[in-house]
């Protein structure tokens, strides 16, 4: 079965810290894509990147950062001298074909994370 | 409109009442899902249209819950009898269509809250 684990409930780090939020996935797809979305306190969830599963490059783009690795199937994020505007939970996600051809994505539990001024 | 935009933003509402929650979607995206977050939880799936047709219902709680979408646009949640554990945030996202694989835009959501 399809599942998105989030271990981390919850981070708190002093701002400038860096800071990773851990993903780990289970799929017997060989094609799949993983996302990462953050929702901050107005509550409205935005999409952050897509990673192709046949993709294993690292993305960087600004402070943020993603490592993909198959071999241990995780996609983890992280954010680089963090600031207070980062404060907000961040959701990873993994697509799969639903009953009817459409994507559909399973969630991860959420990591809220708090950066402290 | 520029986002997806949908309303009432709060509703709170008594036990046994219907409620009906709007979705207007990016203009153009074929693809409208509709999603429960309960306080402190992940997303939970409920409905996806691709254009007027629900092709997927499967993640609709009970038969209280319905869902229709008209002009490939503007898409209705209607909750009949609600009860206490309907209370959650109602999210609505589109896509341009269901190739883009779940890159998804979303709404600020509705809170619903039944006394």
């Known amino acids: 079965a399809q599942k998105v684990t989030q271990a981390q409930t919850e981070i708190s780090v002093v701002e400038k810290e860096d800071v990773t939020l851990d993903c780990v996935y289970e799929t017997r797809d060989t094609t799949y894509y993983l996302f990462w979305y953050k929702q901050p306190p107005s509550g409205e969830l935005v999409f952050l990147i897509r990673?192709?599963?046949?993709d294993e490059q690292n993305e960087i783009s600004g402070r943020y950062s993603w490592n993909f690795q198959k071999s241990t199937s995780s996609f983890n994020f992280t954010i680089t001298a963090s600031q207070v505007v980062d404060s907000a939970v961040y959701f990873c996600?993994?697509?799969?074909?639903?009953?009817?051809?459409?994507?559909?994505?399973?969630w991860g539990a959420g990591t809220k994370l708090i950066i402290k001024p | 409109g520029a986002g997806v935009s949908q309303s009432p933003s709060n509703k709170v509402t008594e036990k046994g009442k219907d409620v009906e929650l709007r979705c207007d979607p990016i203009?153009?995206?074929?693809?409208l899902y509709w999603y429960r977050q309960s306080l402190g939880q992940g997303l939970e799936f409920l409905i996806y249209?691709?254009?007027?047709?629900?092709?997927?219902k499967s993640g609709l709680p009970s038969d209280r819950f319905s869902a229709e979408r008209t002009g490939g646009s503007v898409s209705t949640l209607t909750i009949q009898r609600t009860q206490q554990e309907d209370s959650a945030v109602y999210l609505c996202a589109s896509s341009h269509d269901r190739e883009w694989a779940g890159e998804l835009f979303f709404g600020e959501g509705s809170r619903l809250t039944v006394l």
């Open positions: 203009s153009g995206h074929t693809a």
């Open positions: 996600a993994l697509s799969e074909v639903g009953r009817e051809g459409n994507y559909q994505l399973i």
């Open positions: 990673r192709n599963s046949f």
């Open positions: 249209f691709q254009g007027n047709s629900a092709p997927d």
